[in-house]
């Protein structure tokens, strides 16, 4: 069963702490996305990369980073978090030329 | 700038009877589109995609039909379910197997017994 795994369901975080959201895919896809849902504006890409150590910026990479060392893993970073990051951040990962994306189950973060 | 649109925030039907969820598109760009299914407290996960050389596909109780010239696609569940209660993502992206998706808002379907 293929699998991609967020390291946490729930994050309380306060304002200006650093912040790491980690994600693990099983199926060896060289592409791996964070998104970030929010009611009415739907999925909306942050970055993703296509191999190990490259990455590039979605439509609303401000605030954010990431790191990709390992084919397997990819971090998003909040530098220093503000409250209009709160929102359910999903992974997801994909082989090249598939049309299928699969998804981890979310993590919401709460920043206060 | 939402270039990919669900105009409906949601949506009930009657269980057994067909349910249509659709979706407006703006850049012209788009060539294949695809839908995802949600549940709470899941990740979204894929369900059916459409060629833009194609105006129909089907699987099982699931149909995407596309027009183009109106930049519209819709999504038929026939017969609807219980278990098709979930919010559902249109994307879009500019070439089949592109690393790029851009969603919608979502609709959230509600079958009723």
């Known amino acids: 069963d293929v699998k991609v795994t967020q390291s946490s369901r729930y994050l309380v975080k306060r304002t200006g702490e650093k912040v790491f959201l980690e994600c693990v895919q099983d199926m060896d896809h060289e592409n791996m996305f964070w998104y970030r849902q929010d009611p009415g504006l739907g999925l909306r890409l942050i970055y993703f990369s296509y191999d190990v150590k490259m990455k590039e910026k979605g439509d609303i990479p401000e605030g954010y980073s990431v790191s990709r060392e390992k084919k397997e893993r990819f971090s998003l970073i909040l530098e220093s978090a503000s409250t209009n990051q709160t929102s359910m951040y999903l992974c997801a990962s994909s082989r090249t030329g598939s049309d299928e994306a699969f998804f981890g189950q979310g993590t919401r973060l709460t920043v206060v | 700038d939402q270039q990919v649109k669900q105009n409906s925030p949601s949506l009930s039907v009657q269980e057994g009877r067909i349910s249509i969820l659709n979706c407006d598109y703006t850049n012209s760009m788009f060539d294949y589109f695809l839908w995802y299914k949600k549940y709470p407290a899941e990740g979204p996960t894929f369900l059916i995609s459409?060629?833009?050389?194609?105006d129909k596909n089907e699987d099982g109780r699931f149909t995407v039909f596309l027009n183009k010239s109106a930049k519209h696609l819709s999504l038929h569940i026939v017969p609807s379910q219980p278990g098709d209660s979930a919010v559902y993502f249109c994307a879009a992206s500019a070439r089949r197997g592109a690393q790029k998706l851009v969603f919608g808002q979502g609709t959230r379907l509600t079958i009723n017994p």
């Open positions: 459409i060629s833009s050389i194609k």
